[in-house]
Protein backbone atom coordinates (compact mmCIF):
# COMPACT_ATOMS: atom_id res chain seq x y z
CA UNK A 1 0.00 0.00 0.00
CA UNK A 2 1.48 2.93 -1.03
CA UNK A 3 2.33 5.86 1.90
CA UNK A 4 2.26 9.57 1.71
CA UNK A 5 4.98 11.60 2.22
CA UNK A 6 3.58 14.78 4.06
CA UNK A 7 5.28 18.17 4.04
CA UNK A 8 4.08 21.10 6.19
CA UNK A 9 5.67 24.73 6.75
CA UNK A 10 5.34 27.93 8.37
CA UNK A 11 5.77 30.78 10.73
CA UNK A 12 5.88 28.89 14.14
CA UNK A 13 3.79 28.86 16.81
CA UNK A 14 2.32 26.70 19.30
CA UNK A 15 -0.20 23.71 18.40
CA UNK A 16 0.88 23.04 14.98
CA UNK A 17 2.03 19.56 15.28
CA UNK A 18 -1.39 18.71 17.40
CA UNK A 19 -3.00 20.06 14.61
CA UNK A 20 -1.68 18.39 11.89
CA UNK A 21 -1.25 15.21 13.83
CA UNK A 22 -4.95 15.46 14.58
CA UNK A 23 -5.94 16.14 11.54
CA UNK A 24 -4.02 12.81 10.52
CA UNK A 25 -5.17 10.53 13.61
CA UNK A 26 -8.66 11.50 12.33
CA UNK A 27 -8.57 9.77 8.93
CA UNK A 28 -7.07 7.25 10.38
CA UNK A 29 -3.50 7.69 9.40
CA UNK A 30 -0.19 6.03 11.27
CA UNK A 31 2.83 8.05 11.13
CA UNK A 32 5.56 6.10 10.31
CA UNK A 33 8.34 8.59 10.50
CA UNK A 34 8.66 11.98 10.70
CA UNK A 35 11.14 14.95 11.13
CA UNK A 36 9.99 18.14 12.65
CA UNK A 37 12.19 21.10 13.62
CA UNK A 38 12.34 25.25 13.26
CA UNK A 39 14.07 26.42 10.64
CA UNK A 40 14.88 30.15 11.07
CA UNK A 41 11.38 30.67 12.54
CA UNK A 42 9.23 28.43 10.06
CA UNK A 43 8.33 25.32 11.73
CA UNK A 44 9.07 22.13 9.03
CA UNK A 45 7.24 19.24 9.38
CA UNK A 46 8.52 15.99 7.21
CA UNK A 47 6.38 13.06 7.45
CA UNK A 48 5.85 9.53 5.87
CA UNK A 49 2.21 8.58 7.02
CA UNK A 50 0.38 5.01 6.06
CA UNK A 51 -3.23 4.42 5.75
CA UNK A 52 -4.91 7.22 6.04
CA UNK A 53 -6.34 7.66 2.17
CA UNK A 54 -5.26 9.49 -0.67
CA UNK A 55 -3.11 12.54 -0.99
CA UNK A 56 -6.15 14.68 -2.08
CA UNK A 57 -8.35 13.39 0.55
CA UNK A 58 -5.27 14.09 3.49
CA UNK A 59 -4.36 17.46 1.74
CA UNK A 60 -8.00 18.66 2.16
CA UNK A 61 -8.22 17.28 5.63
CA UNK A 62 -5.03 19.29 6.46
CA UNK A 63 -5.58 22.47 4.22
CA UNK A 64 -8.45 24.21 6.86
CA UNK A 65 -6.69 22.32 10.27
CA UNK A 66 -3.28 24.84 9.57
CA UNK A 67 -4.33 27.21 6.78
CA UNK A 68 -1.76 29.56 7.52
CA UNK A 69 0.62 27.15 6.91
CA UNK A 70 1.85 25.21 3.28
CA UNK A 71 1.12 21.39 3.44
CA UNK A 72 1.78 18.92 0.23
CA UNK A 73 0.92 15.90 0.31
CA UNK A 74 2.30 12.63 -2.59
CA UNK A 75 1.86 9.70 -2.99
CA UNK A 76 5.32 7.54 -2.32
CA UNK A 77 6.48 4.06 -2.97
CA UNK A 78 7.09 2.37 0.69
CA UNK A 79 10.67 1.68 1.34
CA UNK A 80 12.39 -0.72 3.43
CA UNK A 81 15.15 0.46 6.09
CA UNK A 82 18.14 0.95 3.86
CA UNK A 83 20.79 -1.90 4.49
CA UNK A 84 24.08 0.42 5.46
CA UNK A 85 26.27 0.61 2.33
CA UNK A 86 29.61 1.13 4.16
CA UNK A 87 30.93 2.57 8.03
CA UNK A 88 29.41 5.34 9.72
CA UNK A 89 31.80 8.66 10.09
CA UNK A 90 30.95 12.04 11.39
CA UNK A 91 32.35 15.33 9.42
CA UNK A 92 32.06 18.53 11.11
CA UNK A 93 32.96 21.56 9.10
CA UNK A 94 33.15 25.09 10.17
CA UNK A 95 34.06 28.39 9.60
CA UNK A 96 33.17 31.94 8.49
CA UNK A 97 29.62 31.90 6.63
CA UNK A 98 29.92 32.33 2.79
CA UNK A 99 27.69 30.76 -0.17
CA UNK A 100 28.80 27.23 -1.10
CA UNK A 101 30.12 25.56 2.23
CA UNK A 102 27.49 22.81 1.97
CA UNK A 103 27.36 22.00 -2.16
CA UNK A 104 31.47 21.85 -2.08
CA UNK A 105 31.83 19.86 0.75
CA UNK A 106 28.60 17.29 0.27
CA UNK A 107 30.31 16.90 -3.90
CA UNK A 108 33.44 15.63 -2.29
CA UNK A 109 31.28 12.76 -0.25
CA UNK A 110 29.71 11.70 -2.95
CA UNK A 111 32.72 11.68 -5.44
CA UNK A 112 34.16 9.22 -2.63
CA UNK A 113 30.70 7.42 -2.73
CA UNK A 114 29.54 8.76 0.86
CA UNK A 115 25.97 8.08 1.37
CA UNK A 116 24.56 11.21 3.95
CA UNK A 117 22.06 10.07 6.38
CA UNK A 118 22.19 12.89 8.02
CA UNK A 119 22.86 16.56 7.84
CA UNK A 120 22.66 19.68 10.46
CA UNK A 121 23.60 23.11 9.56
CA UNK A 122 23.43 26.63 11.81
CA UNK A 123 24.24 29.90 11.70
CA UNK A 124 25.36 31.98 14.56
CA UNK A 125 26.74 35.48 14.08
CA UNK A 126 29.26 35.23 11.30
CA UNK A 127 30.21 31.16 12.42
CA UNK A 128 28.62 28.83 10.14
CA UNK A 129 28.60 25.41 11.31
CA UNK A 130 27.88 21.78 9.29
CA UNK A 131 27.74 18.44 11.10
CA UNK A 132 27.39 15.26 8.54
CA UNK A 133 26.40 12.13 9.44
CA UNK A 134 27.56 9.83 6.11
CA UNK A 135 27.94 6.12 5.13
CA UNK A 136 31.53 5.32 3.53
CA UNK A 137 32.03 2.42 1.45
CA UNK A 138 34.25 -0.03 2.68
CA UNK A 139 36.75 0.52 -0.90
CA UNK A 140 36.54 4.68 0.27
CA UNK A 141 40.30 5.52 1.01
CA UNK A 142 39.60 7.55 3.99
CA UNK A 143 43.00 9.29 4.09
CA UNK A 144 42.70 10.59 0.76
CA UNK A 145 39.08 11.81 1.62
CA UNK A 146 40.35 13.15 4.38
CA UNK A 147 43.02 15.23 2.08
CA UNK A 148 40.54 16.31 -0.12
CA UNK A 149 38.10 17.54 2.51
CA UNK A 150 40.81 19.56 4.27
CA UNK A 151 42.10 20.93 0.51
CA UNK A 152 38.61 21.92 -0.22
CA UNK A 153 37.87 23.36 3.25
CA UNK A 154 40.75 25.49 2.70
CA UNK A 155 39.56 27.14 -0.70
CA UNK A 156 36.65 27.81 1.14
CA UNK A 157 38.61 29.34 3.99
CA UNK A 158 36.55 27.00 7.02
CA UNK A 159 37.35 23.81 9.36
CA UNK A 160 37.09 20.00 8.34
CA UNK A 161 37.17 17.11 10.51
CA UNK A 162 36.03 13.65 9.63
CA UNK A 163 36.37 10.84 12.19
CA UNK A 164 34.59 7.63 12.81
CA UNK A 165 31.44 7.74 14.22
CA UNK A 166 30.92 5.96 17.35
CA UNK A 167 28.59 3.47 17.14
CA UNK A 168 27.99 1.29 20.89
CA UNK A 169 25.82 -1.41 21.28
CA UNK A 170 24.91 -2.13 24.17
CA UNK B 1 43.86 14.23 45.32
CA UNK B 2 41.51 17.21 45.76
CA UNK B 3 43.27 20.24 46.39
CA UNK B 4 45.16 23.48 44.97
CA UNK B 5 47.31 22.68 42.44
CA UNK B 6 49.38 25.90 42.00
CA UNK B 7 51.85 26.95 44.21
CA UNK B 8 53.22 30.15 42.61
CA UNK B 9 52.99 33.58 43.27
CA UNK B 10 51.77 35.10 39.48
CA UNK B 11 51.93 38.49 38.40
CA UNK B 12 48.52 40.49 38.83
CA UNK B 13 46.04 39.67 36.10
CA UNK B 14 44.46 41.34 33.56
CA UNK B 15 41.45 40.58 31.89
CA UNK B 16 41.62 39.91 28.53
CA UNK B 17 38.66 39.94 25.53
CA UNK B 18 38.08 36.43 24.52
CA UNK B 19 37.68 35.81 20.52
CA UNK B 20 35.37 33.82 18.90
CA UNK B 21 34.75 31.48 16.23
CA UNK B 22 35.25 31.96 13.39
CA UNK B 23 38.83 33.40 14.69
CA UNK B 24 41.65 31.42 12.80
CA UNK B 25 43.69 31.36 16.12
CA UNK B 26 41.46 29.08 17.42
CA UNK B 27 41.85 26.79 14.47
CA UNK B 28 45.29 26.87 14.39
CA UNK B 29 47.61 24.58 16.86
CA UNK B 30 49.62 26.52 19.68
CA UNK B 31 53.26 25.71 20.47
CA UNK B 32 55.53 25.13 23.30
CA UNK B 33 56.96 28.16 25.56
CA UNK B 34 59.00 28.40 28.21
CA UNK B 35 57.08 28.29 31.11
CA UNK B 36 60.64 30.47 33.06
CA UNK B 37 59.83 33.31 30.46
CA UNK B 38 58.33 36.51 32.44
CA UNK B 39 55.38 36.90 29.46
CA UNK B 40 54.00 33.26 30.27
CA UNK B 41 53.85 34.37 34.01
CA UNK B 42 51.99 37.23 33.21
CA UNK B 43 49.74 35.09 30.04
CA UNK B 44 48.81 32.50 32.97
CA UNK B 45 47.69 35.28 35.72
CA UNK B 46 45.89 36.97 32.53
CA UNK B 47 44.17 33.69 32.30
CA UNK B 48 42.87 32.80 35.68
CA UNK B 49 42.21 36.38 35.87
CA UNK B 50 39.83 36.78 32.40
CA UNK B 51 38.71 33.69 33.53
CA UNK B 52 37.11 34.65 37.11
CA UNK B 53 35.00 37.05 35.82
CA UNK B 54 33.87 35.43 32.57
CA UNK B 55 30.66 33.39 34.12
CA UNK B 56 30.43 30.02 33.84
CA UNK B 57 33.67 29.53 32.55
CA UNK B 58 35.67 26.68 33.93
CA UNK B 59 38.70 27.18 31.75
CA UNK B 60 40.44 29.33 28.95
CA UNK B 61 43.25 28.51 26.35
CA UNK B 62 45.75 30.91 25.31
CA UNK B 63 44.58 31.15 21.82
CA UNK B 64 41.14 32.05 23.21
CA UNK B 65 42.43 35.38 24.07
CA UNK B 66 44.19 35.62 20.76
CA UNK B 67 47.59 33.90 21.79
CA UNK B 68 49.29 31.17 20.24
CA UNK B 69 50.84 29.08 23.45
CA UNK B 70 50.47 26.32 25.02
CA UNK B 71 48.82 27.12 28.10
CA UNK B 72 45.89 26.91 29.71
CA UNK B 73 43.78 27.62 32.91
CA UNK B 74 41.38 25.65 34.64
CA UNK B 75 39.58 25.98 37.90
CA UNK B 76 36.46 23.53 38.51
CA UNK B 77 36.03 23.68 41.75
CA UNK B 78 32.64 26.02 41.98
CA UNK B 79 31.32 23.85 39.33
CA UNK B 80 28.21 21.33 40.59
CA UNK B 81 29.47 18.51 38.58
CA UNK B 82 32.95 18.66 39.61
CA UNK B 83 34.41 15.52 41.65
CA UNK B 84 37.60 15.72 42.00
CA UNK B 85 39.41 19.22 41.56
CA UNK B 86 42.78 20.69 42.12
CA UNK B 87 41.49 24.39 42.38
CA UNK B 88 43.00 27.06 40.30
CA UNK B 89 46.06 26.64 37.88
CA UNK B 90 47.79 27.07 34.69
CA UNK B 91 49.71 24.48 32.90
CA UNK B 92 51.91 25.31 30.18
CA UNK B 93 52.94 22.79 26.94
CA UNK B 94 50.23 20.16 28.72
CA UNK B 95 50.12 16.18 27.36
CA UNK B 96 48.01 13.52 28.31
CA UNK B 97 49.38 10.85 29.68
CA UNK B 98 46.91 8.48 30.48
CA UNK B 99 43.13 8.47 29.36
CA UNK B 100 39.94 6.03 29.87
CA UNK B 101 36.27 5.59 30.68
CA UNK B 102 34.52 7.75 27.99
CA UNK B 103 31.13 9.53 28.59
CA UNK B 104 28.91 11.54 26.51
CA UNK B 105 28.61 15.12 27.98
CA UNK B 106 27.40 18.49 27.29
CA UNK B 107 29.81 21.44 26.53
CA UNK B 108 29.94 24.97 25.74
CA UNK B 109 32.83 27.24 24.97
CA UNK B 110 33.27 31.16 25.39
CA UNK B 111 34.40 31.13 22.30
CA UNK B 112 31.09 29.29 20.64
CA UNK B 113 29.17 31.63 22.42
CA UNK B 114 25.36 30.73 20.68
CA UNK B 115 26.20 26.76 20.73
CA UNK B 116 26.98 23.63 23.36
CA UNK B 117 27.22 19.80 22.32
CA UNK B 118 27.58 16.40 23.13
CA UNK B 119 31.14 15.33 23.20
CA UNK B 120 32.32 11.94 24.37
CA UNK B 121 35.38 12.48 26.76
CA UNK B 122 37.60 10.30 28.61
CA UNK B 123 36.15 10.55 32.33
CA UNK B 124 39.77 9.32 34.21
CA UNK B 125 42.29 11.46 33.01
CA UNK B 126 46.49 11.79 33.98
CA UNK B 127 47.91 15.05 32.16
CA UNK B 128 51.17 15.95 32.16
CA UNK B 129 52.40 19.44 32.42
CA UNK B 130 54.58 22.58 33.61
CA UNK B 131 53.98 25.04 36.09
CA UNK B 132 54.11 28.53 34.79
CA UNK B 133 57.24 30.47 37.08
CA UNK B 134 59.20 27.34 38.45
CA UNK B 135 58.91 25.12 35.18
CA UNK B 136 58.25 22.12 37.96
CA UNK B 137 55.83 19.27 36.21
CA UNK B 138 52.51 18.79 37.57
CA UNK B 139 50.69 15.51 37.19
CA UNK B 140 47.04 16.15 37.40
CA UNK B 141 45.36 12.92 37.93
CA UNK B 142 41.72 13.83 37.89
CA UNK B 143 38.07 12.65 36.71
CA UNK B 144 35.08 13.54 35.95
CA UNK B 145 34.10 17.47 34.73
CA UNK B 146 37.92 18.41 35.63
CA UNK B 147 38.88 16.04 33.30
CA UNK B 148 36.37 16.96 30.34
CA UNK B 149 37.37 20.34 30.58
CA UNK B 150 40.98 19.77 30.54
CA UNK B 151 40.33 17.66 27.45
CA UNK B 152 38.19 20.68 26.20
CA UNK B 153 41.51 22.91 26.80
CA UNK B 154 43.99 20.46 25.29
CA UNK B 155 41.65 20.28 22.09
CA UNK B 156 42.08 24.21 21.66
CA UNK B 157 45.81 23.81 22.23
CA UNK B 158 45.64 21.70 19.66
CA UNK B 159 43.27 24.09 17.20
CA UNK B 160 40.39 21.91 17.85
CA UNK B 161 36.97 23.03 19.54
CA UNK B 162 34.23 21.07 20.15
CA UNK B 163 32.21 21.35 17.42
CA UNK B 164 35.38 18.95 15.68
CA UNK B 165 34.11 16.46 17.93
CA UNK B 166 30.21 16.28 18.43
CA UNK B 167 28.45 12.79 19.09
CA UNK B 168 26.25 13.15 15.81
CA UNK B 169 24.30 16.00 13.33
CA UNK B 170 21.81 16.03 16.39
CA UNK B 171 24.19 16.84 19.01
CA UNK B 172 24.46 20.54 18.71
CA UNK B 173 22.05 22.83 20.61
CA UNK B 174 21.27 26.36 20.03
CA UNK B 175 22.20 28.77 23.16
CA UNK B 176 20.73 31.64 23.41
CA UNK B 177 22.98 33.59 25.80
CA UNK B 178 25.86 32.43 28.31
CA UNK B 179 24.04 31.50 31.28
CA UNK B 180 25.89 31.22 34.68
CA UNK B 181 26.28 27.66 35.48
CA UNK B 182 24.96 26.67 32.66
CA UNK B 183 24.84 23.14 30.76
CA UNK B 184 28.18 21.97 31.05
CA UNK B 185 29.99 25.38 30.66
CA UNK B 186 33.85 24.30 29.90
CA UNK B 187 35.44 27.76 28.43
Given at each position: ?????VTVLG?????II?AV???????????????M??????FAMTL??????????????L???V??LLVS?????????????????????????????????????????????????????????????????????????????????????????????????? | ???????????????????????????????????????????????????????????????????????????????????????????????????????????????????????????????????????????????????????????????????????????????????????????
Amino acid sequence: MPQLAVTVLGHDRPGIIAAVTGALAGLGGNLEDSSMTRLRGHFAMTLIVAGSGTAAEVEAALAPAVPDLLVSVREVPEEGEPEAVGSPYLLTVHGADRPGIVSAVTSVLADAGGNVTDLTTRLAGRLYLLVVEVELPASCDVEALTGRLAATARDLGVEASLRPAEADVL
Amino acid sequence: MTGPLLAVDLPAGRVLPVVAAPDPVLSTPCVDVDPRDPSVAQLAADLLATQRVSPGCVGLAANQVGVGWRMFSVDVSAHPKARTHHGAYVLVNPQVQEASRNERGREGCMSVPDFTGDVKRATRLVVRGLEPVTGRELIVATDAFEARCLQHELDHLSGLLFLDRVAGAHAIYPRQTYQEGGPGSVG
